[in-house]
C-alpha cells in the first residue's frame, strides 16, 4: 500500500518556525518532482512549493518565497518544508503529494493525498 504520511504541524506563534516532513512507504518517490500543497478553512487547495525529482531545482508560491524552504531526501524517501517567519495567513492543512508542473502550475496527484498535518499561526 503506497501512503505519504505528512507530520510537523503545530500550533504557532506569528514569526516562529515549524518544519513539516513527508514520508513514503510502499514505493519510492525519487524518480517524481514532489509537492508541498495546503488548504485553509472555506478554500480550494493551493500550490506552496515543488522540488524537482534530482531535488536540485525548486518551486514556490509567491506567498512563501524567501520564507519556505523545501528539500528532499530520496534516500529516506522523505520531503521536508522548513517553514520560517510564519504568518496567520499560512494556518492551513499541509499535504504532500508528487506533483506535475503544466506551464506555470503545479497539481498534485489527488491519487496520493494523505490525512495532511495542520498548522495553526496564531496572531
Known amino acids: 500500500q503506497v501512503q505519504l504520511v505528512e507530520s510537523g504541524g503545530g500550533l504557532v506563534q506569528a514569526g516562529a518556525s515549524l518544519r513539516l516532513s513527508c514520508a513514503a512507504s510502499?514505493?519510492?518517490?525519487?524518480?517524481?518532482?514532489m509537492g508541498w500543497f495546503r488548504q485553509a478553512p472555506g478554500k480550494e487547495r493551493e500550490f506552496v512549493a515543488a522540488?524537482?525529482?534530482?531535488?536540485?531545482?525548486?518551486d514556490y508560491a509567491d506567498s512563501v518565497k524567501g520564507r519556505f524552504t523545501i528539500s528532499r531526501d530520496n534516500a529516506k524517501n522523505t520531503v521536508y518544508l522548513q517553514m520560517n517567519s510564519l504568518k496567520p495567513e499560512d494556518t492551513a492543512v499541509y499535504y504532500c503529494?508528487?506533483?506535475?508542473?503544466?506551464?506555470?502550475?503545479?497539481?498534485?496527484?489527488?491519487?496520493?493525498w494523505g490525512q495532511g498535518t495542520q498548522v495553526t499561526v496564531s496572531s
Open positions: 510502499g514505493r519510492t518517490f525519487s524518480s517524481n518532482d
Open positions: 503529494a508528487p506533483a506535475d508542473r503544466y506551464g506555470s502550475t503545479w497539481y498534485g496527484r489527488r491519487d496520493y
Open positions: 522540488v524537482f525529482w534530482s531535488g536540485t531545482s525548486t
